[in-house]
T-cell receptor
Framework: DTAVSQTPKYLVTQMGNDKSIKCEQN?????MYWYKQDSKKFLKIMFS???????INETVPNRFSPKSPDKAHLNLHINSLELGDSAVYFC????????????????FGSGTRLTVV | QKEVEQNSGPLSVPEGAIASLNCTYS??????FFWYRQYSGKSPELIMF????GDKEDGRFTAQLNKASQYVSLLIRDSQPSDSATYLC???????????FGSGTKLNVKP
């Protein structure tokens, strides 16, 4: 199936721990993203990678570090987890709007619900 | 001021009625506009996109864009209970790889 797949779907962990979320897409897209959705459903961009290059880095604590080994994968590592990090994290992908001129929006992964206790 | 504003709802409509969802945006340079549907506990899925002023129809869905007034709306005709979800408006400005989302409008379609 063509899709954006994220693992794990649920993540419950204690404060202070380090955790990673993995994302893979087989849509042939060259741009991938991490978004955070809070309890009020507000989706806010965190990072964007284009062909393994970081192109968007919003105001996100240094504890969050994305890594893109290739254009089909984008992982998110979080150090020293805090209670406020609890949210749903979505990976997404799209074609590079700057090159294609076409803009068909994102395809989202299924999300990772992170709960820090 | 937020980039994209939506009424959080809930918006309740009876089955078979027209549901009207609205969204305003702050940047006049915005170029592309999207509507996503998100069921509870699921990821957002793209319903429609619109680039030009006017209406764009796809089945029971019609997106309307008015760049002069900086609003975009989504009409759902013959609303069904399965349309009950949160609808997110997203705006892309400057043709860059960054979308701004509204916080969504929750729609309830009552049988």
């Amino acid at each position: 199936d063509t899709a954006v797949s994220q693992t794990p779907k649920y993540l419950v962990t204690q404060m202070g721990n380090d955790k990673s979320i993995k994302c893979e897409q087989n849509l042939g897209h060259d741009t991938m993203y991490w978004y955070k959705q809070d309890s009020k459903k507000f989706l806010k961009i965190m990072f964007s990678y284009n062909n393994k290059e970081l192109i968007i880095n919003e105001t996100v604590p240094n504890r969050f570090s994305p890594k893109s080994p290739d254009k089909a994968h984008l992982n998110l590592h979080i150090n020293s987890l805090e209670l406020g990090d609890s949210a749903v994290y979505f990976c997404a992908s799209s074609q590079d709007v700057r090159l294609s001129g076409d803009n068909y929006g994102y395809t989202f992964g299924s999300g990772t619900r992170l709960t820090v206790v | 001021q937020k980039e994209v504003e939506q009424n959080s709802g809930p918006l309740s409509v009876p089955e078979g009625a027209i549901a009207s969802l609205n969204c305003t945006y702050s940047d006049r340079g915005s170029q592309s506009f999207f509507w996503y549907r998100q069921y509870s506990g699921k990821s957002p899925e793209l319903i429609m996109f619109i680039y030009s002023n006017g209406d764009k129809e796809d089945g029971r869905f019609t997106a309307q864009l008015n760049k002069a007034s900086q609003y975009v709306s989504l009409l759902i005709r013959d609303s069904q209970p399965s349309d009950s979800a949160t609808y997110l408006c997203a705006v892309n400005r400057d043709n860059f790889n960054k979308f701004y989302f509204g916080s969504g409008t929750k729609l309830n379609v009552k049988p």
